[in-house]
Structures are given as structure tokens and as C-alpha cells.
């Protein structure tokens, strides 16, 4: 749980995670990465943490950006699976969390917002345009590529190049989905946020993710980086079979998706 001056929000944000955590039967920890705030967003973690073990806080000295604390908490984490919550709370935790039993079955699970609507039509032209240009410029078809996506760890330290701005979980997505991996993409519940502004269409957010978006163009089509295979023990379920099996004890949504390498399969 990435947060930078969220005061207003961290404490809910935390206990929203953790009571998903109890109501999706997850073994899980929240990691707070305090990124450089400059307000009690620290000071509030803190307290959730002396009041509940399952959470911990990593500090950052000044701002290193979003995927830099992504990266930072994937190192540190104990589990085997993990999942980028937002410390604004404008996330339901219960709408990725709801869907962990997959990963009996595929080793990323995509999240695509179907509530569309309590975005700006600002806000919504512009994330489709980055859909668009993502999927043509690597061959895909994602929903979505920058929500609240669960993968497991294993995949995430053999990836051979991070991106540490906005653009880390496209660039986490496109890597691993030219390498084959398994993943299934399911519907999500977008929330609105009460207090505060977005940071990700700040000017230095979307320089950064132009940035990142040049660079795994770079590692795709010219050095081939992004596409060189995985080590076999992080491979779970990698071109494991032709079909999917239904996961055990868990009730998706009908309109729920599977896909291996851009190509639709029905879930459920």
C-alpha cells in the first residue's frame, strides 16, 4: 500500500484491507510503504500497525514514486502471491481480494473496471487511448492494465527489467503476457475518493509513464529483453494446459474472463 501524503485516508484505507482480508479467508499482510509524506500519513500507520501485526511500514525518506514502492514492497513481502492497494481508498479490497482463489488456476489475475462512470469523461477518454495505443503496440487486448492486478511473487523477482513510475503494472503485464504466463482478467468496482486529488495525470506522472512506455517499446521490439524466458521454478502455470479448470471454492461472475497470452477462454 503505496502512500504519499494520505492522511485522510490511510487509516480507512488499511482497515478496508483488512477486513477483506477477514471476510476472503486471505493469509495475507499489508505492507505500508510511506513514500516520503510530509503530513501523519506515518504516524497513522504506525498506530494501525501497533493494533493489528498483519501490518508493517517501510519508509522512504523523500518520493521515489509509485512502482519504485511497488518494487520496494515485492521484496519485502512474505507471501507468495501480492497486490498493489492504493493508500487513497478510492480501492475496494474486496473486489480483487474476492477473486485469490484463482491463483489455483493462473498466476495473474487482471482486474478491468466495469463502473466506468465515476470517472471524469476526461479521466476515461484518456485511459482508453493508453488502452488502445498499449494493446496495438504489443499485440494485446487487455480491459484494463494499470488497476489493483494480483500476481504471484515468484513471477515478479524473475521479471528481468522494473519500472518504478506509473507505467509498472502495464509494463509487468506486457512482460509477462509475451512470455505466456497464465493470467485471467475479472470485473472490478471502482470507488470515488472523499477528500484529496489523484496523482496519476500529473504532468511528472505522465512523463514518467512516456517514459516507461519508450523503454519497454525499446525491450520488446529491439533488444528482445522483455521477452527472454523465465526461470522454470517461477513458471507455475505457464502454458500449463490448453483449457482451464474450474477453480476450487470459488463463485466468479458469469461475464468473468480468462486469457492465456491475449486469447479469450471462458471461466466458470
Known amino acids: 500500500m503505496p502512500a504519499l501524503d494520505e492522511e485522510q485516508h490511510i487509516r480507512d484505507a ?3 484491507t483488512l477486513n477483506a482480508f477477514d471476510d476472503c479467508g486471505v493469509d495475507g499482510e ?5 513514500d516520503g509524506s510530509r503530513d501523519r500519513t506515518r504516524e497513522i500507520a504506525l498506530e494501525v500497525a501497533a493494533a ?3 501490518v508493517r511500514l517501510l519508509d522512504h525518506d523523500t518520493p521515489q514514486g509509485i512502482g519504485a514502492s511497488f518494487w520496494d514492497a515485492v521484496d519485502a513481502a512474505r507471501g507468495d502471491a501480492i497486490c498493489m492497494l492504493p493508500g487513497d481508498n478510492e480501492n475496494e479490497p474486496g473486489e480483487i481480494l474476492r477473486y485469490w482463489r484463482l491463483l489455483d488456476d493462473v498466476d495473474v489475475i487482471v482486474p478491468f473496471v466495469y463502473n466506468r462512470e465515476v470517472r471524469s469523461p476526461l479521466r476515461n477518454v484518456i485511459s482508453a487511448a493508453y488502452r488502445a495505443i498499449v494493446n496495438l503496440s504489443f499485440g494485446l ?10 500476481c504471484r511473487r515468484s513471477l515478479l523477482l524473475a521479471l528481468p527489467t522494473r519500472d518504478d513510475g506509473f507505467f509498472f503494472t502495464t509494463d509487468i503485464l ?3 503476457s509475451r512470455r505466456g504466463v497464465l493470467f485471467a482478467e475479472v470485473p472490478y468496482r471502482l470507488g470515488t475518493r472523499d477528500a484529496g486529488e489523484a496523482k496519476a495525470l500529473s504532468w511528472n506522472g ?16 529491439v533488444t528482445g529483453l522483455a521477452e527472454a524466458p523465465l526461470p522454470l521454478d517461477s513458471r507455475t502455470h505457464l502454458r500449463r494446459s490448453p483449457s482451464v479448470s474450474k477453480p476450487a471454492e470459488s463463485n466468479p461472475p458469469a461475464d468473468l474472463q480468462s486469457r492465456e497470452a491475449g486469447s479469450d477462454r ?3
Do not use: C, E, K, W
Request: without cysteine; glycine residues 6%; hydrophobic residues 50%.
Open 141 to 150: 487486448s487487455f480491459n484494463y492494465t494499470n488497476g489493483t492486478v494480483l
Open 174 to 176: 506486457v512482460q509477462l
Open 206 to 221: 505522465l512523463m514518467r509513464v512516456s517514459q516507461g512506455y519508450a523503454r519497454l517499446l525499446y525491450s520488446v521490439h
Open 52 to 54: 493489528d501485526a498483519r
Open 266 to 268: 471462458l471461466l466458470g
Open 14 to 16: 488499511l482497515r478496508a
Open 30 to 34: 499489508v505492507i505500508v510503504i510511506n
